[in-house]
Protein backbone atom coordinates (compact mmCIF):
# COMPACT_ATOMS: atom_id res chain seq x y z
CA UNK A 1 0.00 0.00 0.00
CA UNK A 2 1.39 3.68 -0.76
CA UNK A 3 2.96 5.81 1.69
CA UNK A 4 0.45 8.86 0.60
CA UNK A 5 -2.99 8.71 1.66
CA UNK A 6 -5.11 9.87 -1.45
CA UNK A 7 -7.95 11.88 -0.53
CA UNK A 8 -9.05 12.44 -4.03
CA UNK A 9 -9.21 9.00 -4.27
CA UNK A 10 -10.76 7.92 -1.50
CA UNK A 11 -13.27 10.70 -1.24
CA UNK A 12 -13.93 9.89 -4.70
CA UNK A 13 -14.62 6.13 -3.61
CA UNK A 14 -17.23 7.01 -1.18
CA UNK A 15 -19.17 9.67 -3.56
CA UNK A 16 -19.79 6.80 -6.03
CA UNK A 17 -21.27 4.92 -2.83
CA UNK A 18 -23.20 8.02 -1.62
CA UNK A 19 -24.36 9.10 -4.97
CA UNK A 20 -25.86 5.48 -4.92
CA UNK A 21 -27.72 6.40 -2.35
CA UNK A 22 -29.17 9.23 -3.82
CA UNK A 23 -30.66 7.31 -6.24
CA UNK A 24 -32.01 4.72 -3.59
CA UNK A 25 -33.90 7.91 -1.99
CA UNK A 26 -35.17 9.28 -5.05
CA UNK A 27 -36.69 6.30 -6.40
CA UNK A 28 -38.62 6.25 -2.88
CA UNK A 29 -39.51 9.90 -3.85
CA UNK A 30 -37.41 11.93 -1.70
CA UNK A 31 -34.31 14.02 -3.49
CA UNK A 32 -31.99 14.93 -0.63
CA UNK A 33 -31.55 18.76 -0.45
CA UNK A 34 -28.70 20.92 1.23
CA UNK A 35 -29.53 24.91 1.72
CA UNK A 36 -26.19 26.80 2.24
CA UNK A 37 -26.41 29.98 3.96
CA UNK A 38 -24.07 33.05 3.53
CA UNK A 39 -23.50 36.25 4.95
CA UNK A 40 -21.16 38.81 3.44
CA UNK A 41 -18.73 39.44 0.89
CA UNK A 42 -15.77 36.57 2.28
CA UNK A 43 -14.23 35.95 -0.79
CA UNK A 44 -12.67 32.10 0.84
CA UNK A 45 -16.25 31.30 1.62
CA UNK A 46 -17.55 32.44 -1.43
CA UNK A 47 -15.43 29.60 -2.98
CA UNK A 48 -16.40 27.27 -0.10
CA UNK A 49 -20.35 27.39 -0.91
CA UNK A 50 -19.29 27.52 -4.53
CA UNK A 51 -17.10 24.19 -4.09
CA UNK A 52 -20.17 22.88 -1.97
CA UNK A 53 -22.67 23.24 -4.61
CA UNK A 54 -20.79 21.91 -7.47
CA UNK A 55 -20.22 18.36 -5.37
CA UNK A 56 -24.25 18.78 -5.06
CA UNK A 57 -24.96 19.08 -8.22
CA UNK A 58 -22.28 16.31 -9.36
CA UNK A 59 -24.17 13.18 -7.25
CA UNK A 60 -27.70 14.62 -7.36
CA UNK A 61 -28.26 16.38 -4.77
CA UNK A 62 -30.52 19.52 -4.63
CA UNK A 63 -28.36 22.55 -3.88
CA UNK A 64 -29.99 25.94 -2.69
CA UNK A 65 -27.72 29.46 -1.96
CA UNK A 66 -29.27 31.80 0.83
CA UNK A 67 -26.93 34.62 0.40
CA UNK A 68 -27.59 37.51 2.45
CA UNK A 69 -25.80 40.68 2.82
CA UNK A 70 -23.16 41.52 5.72
CA UNK A 71 -25.94 44.06 7.40
CA UNK A 72 -28.18 40.94 8.34
CA UNK A 73 -29.02 41.24 12.05
CA UNK A 74 -28.73 37.69 13.92
CA UNK A 75 -32.32 37.89 14.38
CA UNK A 76 -33.32 37.57 10.33
CA UNK A 77 -30.74 34.78 10.15
CA UNK A 78 -32.24 32.78 12.89
CA UNK A 79 -35.64 33.82 11.08
CA UNK A 80 -34.33 32.24 7.56
CA UNK A 81 -33.00 29.06 9.71
CA UNK A 82 -36.35 28.79 11.27
CA UNK A 83 -38.36 29.08 6.95
CA UNK A 84 -35.33 25.96 6.45
CA UNK A 85 -36.05 24.26 9.52
CA UNK A 86 -39.73 24.00 8.53
CA UNK A 87 -38.72 23.41 4.89
CA UNK A 88 -39.49 19.58 3.92
CA UNK A 89 -37.41 19.50 0.45
CA UNK A 90 -34.41 20.56 2.26
CA UNK A 91 -32.60 17.86 4.96
CA UNK A 92 -29.35 19.72 5.68
CA UNK A 93 -28.85 23.15 6.88
CA UNK A 94 -25.22 24.81 6.59
CA UNK A 95 -24.28 28.10 7.62
CA UNK A 96 -20.93 29.32 6.27
CA UNK A 97 -18.33 30.54 8.65
CA UNK A 98 -16.86 32.83 9.73
CA UNK A 99 -20.13 35.05 10.32
CA UNK A 100 -19.53 39.09 10.04
CA UNK A 101 -19.06 40.10 13.89
CA UNK A 102 -22.42 40.87 15.10
CA UNK A 103 -23.54 37.59 15.01
CA UNK A 104 -22.68 35.18 17.11
CA UNK A 105 -22.40 31.91 15.95
CA UNK A 106 -23.32 29.73 18.88
CA UNK A 107 -26.71 31.20 18.48
CA UNK A 108 -26.68 30.56 14.77
CA UNK A 109 -25.91 27.18 15.05
CA UNK A 110 -27.93 26.13 18.25
CA UNK A 111 -30.87 27.40 15.69
CA UNK A 112 -30.65 25.21 13.39
CA UNK A 113 -32.88 22.08 13.89
CA UNK A 114 -30.62 18.65 14.86
CA UNK A 115 -32.23 16.63 12.26
CA UNK A 116 -31.00 18.86 9.63
CA UNK A 117 -27.26 19.68 10.93
CA UNK A 118 -25.43 18.40 8.57
CA UNK A 119 -22.42 20.05 9.48
CA UNK A 120 -22.39 18.53 12.98
CA UNK A 121 -21.67 21.45 14.91
CA UNK A 122 -24.98 21.72 16.92
CA UNK A 123 -25.04 21.21 20.84
CA UNK A 124 -27.17 18.34 19.83
CA UNK A 125 -24.90 16.85 17.56
CA UNK A 126 -22.09 17.40 19.58
CA UNK A 127 -23.92 16.35 22.76
CA UNK A 128 -24.87 12.50 21.07
CA UNK A 129 -21.09 12.46 19.53
CA UNK A 130 -19.71 12.59 22.75
CA UNK A 131 -21.91 9.84 24.24
CA UNK A 132 -21.01 7.29 21.26
CA UNK A 133 -24.92 8.12 19.84
CA UNK A 134 -25.96 8.02 16.37
CA UNK A 135 -25.92 11.39 14.90
CA UNK A 136 -23.86 13.83 11.87
CA UNK A 137 -20.08 13.89 12.81
CA UNK A 138 -18.56 16.76 12.16
CA UNK A 139 -17.61 16.39 7.89
CA UNK A 140 -13.54 17.07 8.53
CA UNK A 141 -12.67 14.67 11.37
CA UNK A 142 -15.38 12.34 10.06
CA UNK A 143 -13.25 12.49 6.73
CA UNK A 144 -10.07 11.83 8.88
CA UNK A 145 -11.90 8.36 10.11
CA UNK A 146 -12.73 7.59 6.75
CA UNK A 147 -8.97 8.60 5.45
CA UNK A 148 -7.44 6.46 8.63
CA UNK A 149 -10.03 3.22 7.36
CA UNK A 150 -9.59 3.15 3.98
CA UNK A 151 -5.87 3.10 4.21
CA UNK A 152 -6.20 0.40 6.96
CA UNK A 153 -4.40 2.23 9.63
CA UNK A 154 -4.90 0.84 12.98
CA UNK A 155 -6.17 2.63 15.49
CA UNK A 156 -7.60 0.44 18.58
CA UNK A 157 -4.99 0.63 21.15
CA UNK A 158 -2.58 2.86 19.30
CA UNK A 159 -1.41 6.21 20.60
CA UNK A 160 -3.13 9.55 18.99
CA UNK A 161 -1.67 12.86 19.56
CA UNK A 162 -3.68 15.62 18.41
CA UNK A 163 -2.19 18.73 18.32
CA UNK A 164 -5.27 21.83 18.45
CA UNK A 165 -8.68 21.86 20.12
CA UNK A 166 -10.91 23.63 18.56
CA UNK A 167 -14.92 22.87 18.27
CA UNK A 168 -14.86 21.99 14.55
CA UNK A 169 -11.72 20.06 14.45
CA UNK A 170 -9.38 19.09 17.28
CA UNK A 171 -12.13 18.21 19.84
CA UNK A 172 -14.17 15.94 18.12
CA UNK A 173 -11.16 14.39 16.16
CA UNK A 174 -9.78 13.36 19.52
CA UNK A 175 -13.64 12.07 20.40
CA UNK A 176 -13.99 9.83 17.45
CA UNK A 177 -10.43 8.10 17.79
CA UNK A 178 -11.17 7.51 21.11
CA UNK A 179 -14.27 5.55 20.43
CA UNK A 180 -11.95 3.34 17.98
CA UNK A 181 -10.38 2.39 20.95
CA UNK A 182 -6.96 4.99 20.66
CA UNK A 183 -5.31 6.12 23.61
CA UNK A 184 -5.97 10.01 23.04
CA UNK A 185 -3.68 13.24 24.08
CA UNK A 186 -4.97 16.42 23.08
CA UNK A 187 -2.26 19.48 22.49
CA UNK A 188 -2.60 23.65 22.11
CA UNK A 189 -0.67 26.27 22.42
CA UNK A 190 -0.39 26.10 26.03
CA UNK A 191 0.93 22.63 25.66
CA UNK A 192 4.62 22.95 27.10
CA UNK A 193 6.97 20.97 24.82
CA UNK A 194 5.46 19.91 21.95
CA UNK A 195 7.87 17.72 20.35
CA UNK A 196 8.06 15.47 23.51
CA UNK A 197 4.25 14.88 22.95
CA UNK A 198 4.18 14.04 19.77
CA UNK A 199 7.07 12.21 19.14
CA UNK A 200 5.38 9.69 21.50
CA UNK A 201 2.44 9.53 19.27
CA UNK A 202 1.76 6.46 16.50
CA UNK A 203 -0.76 8.67 14.97
CA UNK A 204 -0.77 12.51 14.60
CA UNK A 205 -3.22 14.56 13.70
CA UNK A 206 -1.89 18.18 12.86
CA UNK A 207 -4.91 20.65 13.15
CA UNK A 208 -2.97 24.29 14.19
CA UNK A 209 -3.37 26.01 10.91
CA UNK A 210 0.00 27.31 10.63
CA UNK A 211 2.31 26.38 7.87
CA UNK A 212 4.78 23.78 7.61
CA UNK A 213 4.22 23.66 11.60
CA UNK A 214 5.31 19.67 12.63
CA UNK A 215 8.55 19.09 11.31
CA UNK A 216 10.71 16.03 11.37
CA UNK A 217 11.70 16.91 15.38
CA UNK A 218 8.46 16.02 15.85
CA UNK A 219 7.56 12.76 14.65
CA UNK A 220 8.44 8.94 15.63
CA UNK A 221 9.54 7.06 13.00
CA UNK A 222 6.77 4.93 11.86
CA UNK A 223 3.87 7.43 12.75
CA UNK A 224 0.78 8.19 10.67
CA UNK A 225 0.82 11.50 9.63
CA UNK A 226 -2.68 13.39 9.35
CA UNK A 227 -2.17 16.92 8.02
CA UNK A 228 -5.94 18.92 8.31
CA UNK A 229 -4.08 22.29 8.03
CA UNK A 230 -4.89 24.38 4.63
CA UNK A 231 -2.29 27.60 4.73
CA UNK A 232 -0.47 29.71 2.39
CA UNK A 233 3.45 29.54 2.70
CA UNK A 234 5.27 32.71 1.93
CA UNK A 235 5.12 32.14 -1.64
CA UNK A 236 1.25 32.20 -1.43
CA UNK A 237 1.52 28.19 -2.19
CA UNK A 238 -0.96 25.30 -0.69
CA UNK A 239 0.38 24.13 2.23
CA UNK A 240 -0.23 22.13 5.34
CA UNK A 241 0.53 22.41 9.39
CA UNK A 242 3.00 19.49 8.66
CA UNK A 243 6.51 20.43 6.73
CA UNK A 244 5.81 17.28 3.99
CA UNK A 245 9.34 17.18 2.98
CA UNK A 246 10.94 17.02 5.72
CA UNK A 247 8.23 14.19 7.80
CA UNK A 248 7.27 12.24 4.95
CA UNK A 249 10.22 10.16 4.45
CA UNK A 250 10.08 8.98 8.17
CA UNK A 251 6.39 8.39 8.08
CA UNK A 252 4.75 4.89 7.07
CA UNK A 253 1.74 6.91 6.14
CA UNK A 254 0.81 10.65 5.40
CA UNK A 255 -1.67 13.13 4.04
CA UNK A 256 -0.60 15.39 1.48
CA UNK A 257 -1.86 19.46 1.14
CA UNK A 258 -3.61 19.41 -1.24
CA UNK A 259 -5.03 16.07 -1.78
CA UNK A 260 -5.55 15.10 1.45
CA UNK A 261 -7.92 15.91 4.22
CA UNK A 262 -9.76 18.85 2.19
CA UNK A 263 -11.39 16.50 -0.30
CA UNK A 264 -12.94 14.43 2.13
CA UNK A 265 -14.63 17.47 4.28
CA UNK A 266 -16.98 18.20 1.23
CA UNK A 267 -17.31 14.44 1.09
CA UNK A 268 -18.65 13.99 4.64
CA UNK A 269 -20.99 16.99 3.73
CA UNK A 270 -22.85 14.55 1.24
CA UNK A 271 -22.73 11.56 3.18
CA UNK A 272 -24.59 13.73 6.26
CA UNK A 273 -27.07 15.22 3.79
CA UNK A 274 -28.21 11.78 2.05
CA UNK A 275 -28.01 10.27 5.66
CA UNK A 276 -30.75 13.58 6.55
CA UNK A 277 -33.04 12.30 3.78
CA UNK A 278 -32.43 8.54 4.75
CA UNK A 279 -33.88 9.39 7.84
CA UNK A 280 -36.96 11.01 6.60
CA UNK A 281 -38.10 7.30 5.04
CA UNK A 282 -37.62 5.56 8.42
P1 LIG B 1 -8.26 27.09 15.05
O1 LIG B 1 -7.45 28.31 14.80
O2 LIG B 1 -9.65 27.21 15.52
O3 LIG B 1 -7.47 26.16 16.09
C1 LIG B 1 -6.09 25.99 16.02
C2 LIG B 1 -5.64 25.15 17.17
O4 LIG B 1 -4.22 25.03 17.10
C3 LIG B 1 -5.95 25.77 18.55
O5 LIG B 1 -6.50 24.80 19.39
C4 LIG B 1 -4.60 26.27 19.04
O6 LIG B 1 -4.44 26.16 20.45
C5 LIG B 1 -3.66 25.28 18.36
N1 LIG B 1 -2.34 25.88 18.25
C6 LIG B 1 -2.01 27.11 17.78
N2 LIG B 1 -0.70 27.33 17.90
C7 LIG B 1 -0.17 26.20 18.45
C8 LIG B 1 1.13 25.84 18.87
N3 LIG B 1 2.15 26.64 18.71
N4 LIG B 1 1.29 24.61 19.41
C9 LIG B 1 0.25 23.78 19.57
N5 LIG B 1 -1.02 24.09 19.21
C10 LIG B 1 -1.21 25.29 18.68
O7 LIG B 1 -8.17 26.25 13.69
P2 LIG B 1 -9.10 25.08 13.11
O8 LIG B 1 -9.12 23.92 14.02
O9 LIG B 1 -10.37 25.63 12.62
O10 LIG B 1 -8.26 24.71 11.80
C11 LIG B 1 -6.95 24.20 11.88
C12 LIG B 1 -6.40 24.09 10.48
O11 LIG B 1 -7.19 23.18 9.72
C13 LIG B 1 -6.40 25.39 9.67
O12 LIG B 1 -5.28 25.41 8.82
C14 LIG B 1 -7.67 25.29 8.85
O13 LIG B 1 -7.59 26.04 7.65
C15 LIG B 1 -7.69 23.82 8.56
N6 LIG B 1 -9.01 23.28 8.29
C16 LIG B 1 -9.11 22.42 7.24
C17 LIG B 1 -10.30 21.83 6.93
C18 LIG B 1 -10.35 20.87 5.79
O14 LIG B 1 -11.39 20.67 5.21
N7 LIG B 1 -9.22 20.21 5.47
C19 LIG B 1 -11.53 22.15 7.66
C20 LIG B 1 -11.31 23.00 8.82
C21 LIG B 1 -10.10 23.55 9.09
P3 LIG B 1 -5.30 27.05 21.51
O15 LIG B 1 -6.65 26.39 21.57
O16 LIG B 1 -4.54 26.94 22.76
O17 LIG B 1 -5.37 28.43 20.93
Redesign the pocket.
Known amino acids: MSKIINGKEIGQQIREDVAKRVEAVKAKGVTPGLAVILVGDNPASKTYVANKQKSCAAIGVHSELIKLPSTTTEQQLVEEIAKLNDAPHIHGILVQLPLPKHIDEDTIIAAIAPAKDVDGFSPVSVGKMMLGQDTFLPC ?1 PY ?1 VMKLLEYSGVEIAGKHAVV ?4 H ?3 KPMGQLLLQKDATVTY ?5 PD ?1 PAMTKQADIIIA ?4 PN ?1 ITKEHVKEGAVVID ?4 RNEENKLCG ?1 VDFASVEPIVSKITPVPGG ?2 P ?2 ITMLLENTVKSAENTLK
Open positions: TGVGRSIVGTHSKTLAVGRFVGINDVGMT
